[in-house]
């Protein structure tokens, strides 16, 4: 802009004409001002002038001025004139002051906007301030007494509290009763069960909750809280609810390599060990017998009430059919079956009424010297029977060996009947051959007695 100074043309830059960058230049077109000269030009006959060098010089003033006056717990007005993610800046009259988001209130917020806004007057105290490198820290919580100081007296242990989810963590939920007042909900108090409850999947953020003050202590500015608390432990009659060798249905809420937990009911559960699913399968993983959510049939096994722990089975549902496989499958015997699976170890077969048996590697060689292939059918042999380890091994190669046996033994018997028939006829010829040899014999004595007798009668 141009500037008439007492019939002297000089040059204002647009910079130099506000602390504030200026959008509408026509505004300042005929009015008066006071301008300081920063800049004299005699060869071409200018000069450079600024407003803004004067405002400077007067904030200067006024912010040593502050500075100097400045003292923690000071009370100070001052306008919001910026919003960060971290907090706020506050003009303070000359001099920016940080109002950092975790004093701007009692309670937890995410964002400095929720309680901010631009231009907006408000006031704050001076937490701390640096007079080397003008740095000074407000607050704006601390204006009001701290939450704790003035809970309510009824809020004890044992009362029951409302109040929303504020932060999840791996060890609990943090509810706010109050800004500034919160209390934790450990894991442990969320069900009277004694499986492992996951936080972060049982609470949401912002979700309203109910409550029952376990410890509070007013003095640290801590609560605990439960929510199972708010129900009667149902351990405390389990004996008479799941009583050993009684029968329920449950669902199942968690697996493991070794067995999947069941629930009973609100807050009462129970382990089925993977050896307890089946009598006749044995299953790598529960995930290969049952799903998360499903209903299923178990039996009580034990009880243990102080480590809150059931064992149960849901073979113990059904009778066990290994009695009636022992005459079923005796050593010796032959059966159809057909490769599941092999590995170096061997390879298991299924055999007939759902039953598994395993066939060592130097049992599974096939007349030809090949291995068993997975779903092959051939012939095996039991060669083991094991009830109480519920446990059937079987051969393939012996039912070859078997064979092979009896074909020789076929051939054998054959050979030594033929030998026999053999051995019977040539005796039978022997015994014609020396009857009619006798028979010839005889005849030539009576032809030689009759010829001696017509010699003598001569």
């Not at 529960?286 to 149960?312: C, H, N, W, Y």
């Not at 054998?412 to 033929?418: D, F, Q």
Request: aromatic share 6%; glycine share 8%; charged share 30%.
């Amino acid at each position: 802009m141009i500037v008439d100074c007492n019939g002297l043309e000089t040059f204002l830059p647009g910079s130099q004409i506000d602390i504030k960058p200026v959008i509408d230049y026509d505004q300042y077109v005929g009015k008066l001002m006071e301008f300081k000269v920063v800049k004299i030009n005699e060869q071409i006959k200018n000069a450079v002038v600024s407003h803004k060098a004067l405002i400077e010089s007067d904030l200067a003033e006024q912010r040593e001025h502050i500075l100097a006056s400045l003292e923690k717990g000071q009370v100070l007005e001052g306008i919001v004139k910026n919003i960060t993610d971290f907090g706020a800046f506050l003009d303070l009259g000359g001099v920016d002051g940080l109002l950092y988001i975790t004093d701007i209130s009692w309670g937890r917020i995410g964002h400095p906007s929720e309680v901010l806004q631009l231009n907006q007057r408000i006031n704050v105290v001076v937490l701390d301030f640096d007079e080397n490198k003008k740095r000074i820290s407000l607050g704006l919580k601390q204006l009001t007494p701290h939450p704790w100081e003035v809970l309510a007296a009824d809020i004890t242990e044992g009362a029951i509290i409302k109040g929303r989810v504020v932060n999840i963590e791996d060890y609990g939920a943090f509810v706010e009763i109050m800004p500034g007042v919160e209390g934790l909900i450990h894991i442990s108090e969320i069900s009277w069960g004694n499986q492992s409850v996951n936080a972060k999947e049982y609470f949401t953020m912002g979700q309203d909750v109910e409550a029952r003050v376990v410890t509070i202590d007013r003095g640290d500015r801590k609560m605990s809280l439960s929510i199972k608390q708010l129900t009667a432990d149902p351990w405390s009659d389990i004996d008479s609810q799941f009583p050993v060798g009684s029968r329920h249905t449950g669902t199942v809420k968690n697996m493991t390599n070794y067995g999947i937990f069941v629930e009973l009911s609100e807050g009462v559960g129970g382990m089925v060990h993977i050896s307890d699913l089946s009598w006749t399968k044995r299953y790598a993983h529960p995930s290969e017998f049952t799903k998360m959510g499903e209903s299923i049939e178990v039996a009580v096994l034990d009880v243990d009430r102080e480590k809150r722990q059931i064992s149960l089975g849901h073979k113990q549902t059904e009778d066990n059919p290994w009695d009636a496989f022992e005459s079923v499958f005796p050593i010796g015997s032959y059966h159809e079956a057909t490769v599941l699976k092999r590995d170096d170890k061997g390879a298991t077969f299924q055999l007939p009424h759902d039953l598994e048996a395993f066939a060592p590697a130097k049992h599974i060689r096939k007349e030809d010297g090949q291995v068993v292939e997975p779903g092959e059918t051939l012939t095996v042999k039991v060669i083991e029977f094991n009830k109480e380890d519920r446990r059937i091994l079987v051969s393939h190669t012996r039912y070859v060996e078997d064979l092979k046996y009896k074909a020789e033994s076929a051939v054998k018997a054959e050979r030594a009947k033929e030998e026999g028939e053999t051995k019977s006829a040539v005796a039978d010829v022997q015994k014609k051959v020396e009857k009619e040899t006798l028979g010839d014999l005889a005849a030539l004595a009576q032809l030689k007695v009759q010829f001696d007798e017509n010699e003598e009668a001569k």
